[in-house]
């Protein structure tokens, strides 16, 4: 099992940052990727962002060039840097990882809620 817990969340105004961290703990071998995912009300989750053991990165169209995901992997850690953010990025931001072990096994934190309002 792998425990992943974010913190970092919060109400923000438009045009503000925030940086979000996820912590991985437990069975954290073989971690293939990290990455964020979020959800609005009334809205599926969605990817924000994905990087793997490798450095690879992905970015939803909506978060190029504001949002910046990286990873420690010494700590286990996951980081996702928002800047300027608007108030469509109103949701709960969940933290993923992706372990392969002969199968594929998704986990997922408890979420954090960004608010972006004036």
Same mark, same amino acid.
Do not use: H
């Given at each position: ?34 990455? !964020? ?70 986990? !997922? ?10």
């Amino acid at each position: 099992q792998v425990q992943l817990v974010e913190s970092g969340g919060g109400l923000v105004q438009p045009g503000g940052s925030l940086r979000l961290s996820c912590a991985a703990s437990g069975s954290i071998f073989n971690i293939d990727s990290m990455g !964020w995912y979020r959800q609005a009300p009334g809205k599926q989750r969605e990817l924000v962002a994905t990087i793997t053991s490798g450095g690879r990165i992905s970015y939803a169209d909506s978060a190029k060039g504001r949002f910046t995901i990286s990873r420690d992997n010494a700590k286990n850690t996951v980081y996702l840097q928002m800047n300027s953010l608007k108030p469509e990025d109103t949701a709960v931001y969940y933290c993923n990882a992706v372990q392969r072990i002969m199968l594929r096994t998704d986990y !997922w934190g408890q979420g954090t809620q960004v608010t972006v309002s004036s």
